[in-house]
């Protein structure tokens, strides 16, 4: 039976006159259709969680985080149904998917334990100084496609635990199993609290501008986070920026190649490189270059091919949707024509039994030049041949794809500043037997967070943000959770 999915307002689902369908990355095959929320669905939406969050704001830490546990467990009941949506939507096999449902579960269990209390910041004979931290209102909370119930789930959870009423927006790529998620948690919740409404840019921009949302929550591309930060200022909502990446690895001469190379192809190749924090631009030391680039090409091509069955043991998939397939190809033909070394991969074309999906295999650049498209650029592209005008992004970066360039180094203050983007700052890692050399090496970084001898994998106990145009503010960890409250102090005086 084809499943029915429904924008939920209130606790009521709602289906509505005008549907999408998203096409299956595997197959092209179309989806099932899914409800665009209506101006009213939205308008209604708004007012449910501006109602509730009048008792909402006014019930415990412990008590939210209580209910917590039970949308981590409603996670678990729900795994299977969730997980195939997830796979369907984003083209993640069996094992990917399932990744997804154990980290919003984790992230539930987390916050259940850390949430934010007073925090006296000074006392003396005199005076107490008591910071109390108190809800913003209603979050809205705009989601991308690579990890949509992940990055939607930290958005919901954060606001939850700090007492916000929160309606999410996924991805128009990626809209069932976040839709699918909100409606099985009904009742847990009171109505109004978490909702869910599906859209496009338009939506997107209806909720950065409307004056009954206190605070937005956004990840995708930069491009589109400057719009959103400039409609924010209208009405001067709070908002946190988590966006693209271009990140760095650094390999030193004396790294351990038997662990750093199957590190970095994950880094590189893990959901086909549609990752954030992808490792994206490997500047490996002259001295080992050549030994590691046969390694890498080895691991690459022995873990990371092509299985089009979703069972498939693999982390390795399609590109999530045509828009960002045409983008990476283009890439990958930019290469070509200007004759790159590509030592794996680089087809466009027939890759797969049926030639069907959007699929390309893992493919690694030897030395391209420094300023070539393929380690630098930031290109331009639409999507209306994909979805119609309202869905229509932009910019996209060619950050989210599987090709790899590998790059070399011999002088170290060279490499820190080819590594030091100008314009992104997101992730970036560090291999060298010698810890103390690594940790120097990666303070050199500009960059919210880095790794040393692992690639990229952010930590829901730790804070995660974008230096400059990778990000406005973070999430996660404690510190994540300051950005969806006020902080007031209280000014005692003791005599
Ligand atoms: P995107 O910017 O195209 O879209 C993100 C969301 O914004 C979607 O829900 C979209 O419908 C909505 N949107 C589009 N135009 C809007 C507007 N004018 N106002 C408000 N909302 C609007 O990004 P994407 O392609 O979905 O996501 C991929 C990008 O996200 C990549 O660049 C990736 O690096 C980045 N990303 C960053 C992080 C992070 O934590 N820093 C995590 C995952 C992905």
Same mark, same amino acid.
């Given at each position: 039976?084809?499943?029915?999915f429904f924008?939920?307002?209130?606790?009521e689902?709602?289906g509505?006159?005008?549907?999408h369908?998203?096409?299956?990355p595997?197959?092209?095959?179309?989806?099932?259709?899914?409800?665009i929320?209506?101006?009213?669905?939205?308008e209604d939406?708004?007012?449910?969680?501006?109602?509730?969050?009048?008792?909402?704001?006014q019930?415990?830490?412990t008590?939210?985080?209580?209910?917590?546990?039970?949308l981590?467990?409603?996670?678990?009941?729900?795994?299977?149904?969730?997980?195939?949506y997830?796979g369907?939507?984003?083209?993640?096999?069996?094992i990917?998917?399932?990744?997804?449902?154990?980290?919003?579960?984790?992230?539930?269990?987390?916050?259940?334990q850390?949430g934010?209390?007073d925090?006296?910041?000074?006392? *003396?004979e005199?005076?107490?100084?008591?910071?109390?931290?108190?809800?913003?209102?209603v979050?809205?909370?705009i989601c991308?496609?690579?990890?949509?119930?992940?990055?939607?789930n930290?958005?919901?959870v954060?606001?939850?635990?700090?007492?916000?009423?929160v309606?999410?927006k996924p991805?128009?790529?990626?809209?069932?199993?976040?839709?699918?998620?909100?409606?099985?948690?009904?009742?847990?919740?009171?109505?109004?609290?978490l909702q869910?409404?599906?859209?496009?840019?338009?939506?997107?921009?209806?909720?950065?501008?409307?004056?009954g949302i206190q605070?937005i929550s956004?990840t995708?591309?930069?491009?589109t986070g400057?719009r959103?930060m400039a409609?924010c200022?209208?009405?001067?909502?709070?908002?946190?920026l988590?966006l693209?990446?271009?990140?760095?690895?650094?390999?030193?001469? *004396?790294a351990d190649?038997?662990?750093a190379?199957?590190?970095?192809?994950s880094g590189?190749?893990?959901?086909?490189g549609?990752?954030?924090v992808?490792?994206?631009?490997?500047?490996?030391?002259?001295?080992?270059?050549?030994e590691?680039l046969?390694?890498?090409v080895?691991?690459?091509?022995?873990?990371?091919?092509?299985?089009?069955?979703?069972a498939?043991p693999?982390v390795?998939?399609?590109?999530?949707n045509?828009?960002q397939?045409?983008?990476v190809?283009s890439?990958?033909?930019?290469?070509?024509?200007?004759?790159?070394?590509i030592?794996?991969?680089?087809?466009?074309?027939g890759?797969t039994s049926?030639g069907?999906?959007?699929?390309?295999?893992p493919?690694i650049?030897?030395?391209?030049?420094?300023?070539?498209?393929?380690?630098?650029?930031?290109q331009?592209?639409?999507s209306?041949?994909?979805?119609?005008?309202?869905?229509?992004?932009?910019?996209?970066q060619?950050?989210?794809?599987?090709?790899?360039p590998?790059?070399?180094?011999?002088?170290?203050?060279d490499?820190?500043?080819?590594a030091?983007?100008?314009?992104?700052?997101?992730?970036?890692?560090v291999?060298?037997?010698d810890l103390?050399e690594?940790?120097?090496?990666?303070?050199?970084?500009?960059?919210?967070?880095?790794?040393?001898?692992?690639?990229?994998?952010?930590?829901?106990?730790?804070?995660f943000?974008?230096?400059?145009?990778?990000?406005f503010g973070?999430?996660?960890?404690?510190?994540?959770l300051l950005?969806?409250?006020?902080?007031?102090?209280l000014h005692?005086?003791?005599?």
């Amino acid at each position: 039976m084809q499943p029915k999915f429904f924008n939920v307002i209130n606790d009521e689902l709602r289906g509505s006159e005008q549907t999408h369908a998203v096409t299956d990355p595997r197959t092209e095959d179309e989806l099932w259709p899914c409800p665009i929320a209506s101006t009213q669905d939205f308008e209604d939406a708004v007012a449910a969680a501006n109602k509730a969050f009048e008792s909402w704001s006014q019930t415990t830490l412990t008590e939210r985080q209580g209910l917590l546990v039970k949308l981590a467990d409603n996670l678990e009941q729900h795994r299977g149904e969730l997980a195939t949506y997830i796979g369907k939507e984003t083209g993640k096999s069996v094992i990917l998917s399932n990744i997804e449902i154990d980290g919003a579960v984790k992230q539930c269990l987390y916050y259940s334990q850390n949430g934010l209390e007073d925090e006296v910041q000074h006392e *003396d004979e005199n005076s107490k100084l008591v910071a109390t931290h108190v809800p913003i209102g209603v979050v809205g909370a705009i989601c991308p496609w690579n990890f949509p119930l992940i990055l939607s789930n930290i958005k919901v959870v954060s606001s939850l635990v700090t007492g916000n009423c929160v309606i999410v927006k996924p991805s128009p790529f990626t809209p069932y199993g976040v839709m699918k998620w909100v409606e099985l948690a009904r009742g847990i919740l009171p109505p109004g609290v978490l909702q869910v409404l599906n859209g496009g840019a338009e939506l997107g921009q209806a909720m950065t501008l409307h004056p009954g949302i206190q605070k937005i929550s956004f990840t995708g591309t930069t491009s589109t986070g400057k719009r959103v930060m400039a409609s924010c200022a209208k009405t001067l909502k709070k908002v946190t920026l988590e966006l693209a990446g271009n990140d760095a690895a650094i390999v030193l001469p *004396d790294a351990d190649l038997d662990k750093a190379v199957p590190s970095i192809a994950s880094g590189g190749f893990f959901n086909a490189g549609q990752v954030c924090v992808a490792s994206k631009r490997i500047y490996v030391h002259e001295s080992i270059y050549d030994e590691f680039l046969k390694r890498l090409v080895g691991e690459v091509e022995g873990k990371y091919g092509i299985q089009e069955e979703a069972a498939a043991p693999s982390v390795f998939g399609p590109v999530d949707n045509k828009m960002q397939f045409d983008n990476v190809k283009s890439i990958v033909e930019d290469c070509h024509k200007n004759g790159y070394d590509i030592v794996t991969g680089g087809k466009t074309t027939g890759v797969t039994s049926t030639g069907k999906g959007f699929w390309l295999p893992p493919t690694i650049v030897s030395r391209p030049p420094e300023s070539s498209r393929l380690v630098q650029e930031e290109q331009f592209g639409k999507s209306d041949f994909c979805y119609p005008p309202q869905y229509e992004r932009a910019f996209h970066q060619r950050d989210t794809g599987p090709i790899l360039p590998i790059l070399s180094w011999s002088d170290e203050n060279d490499v820190i500043k080819r590594a030091n983007l100008d314009n992104a700052g997101l992730g970036a890692s560090v291999y060298s037997k010698d810890l103390k050399e690594a940790e120097r090496v990666a303070r050199r970084l500009e960059a919210g967070s880095i790794w040393i001898n692992q690639s990229e994998r952010p930590r829901f106990e730790a804070y995660f943000s974008g230096l400059k145009d990778s990000g406005f503010g973070g999430e996660m960890g404690k510190q994540g959770l300051l950005a969806y409250a006020y902080t007031k102090v209280l000014h005692f005086t003791k005599n």
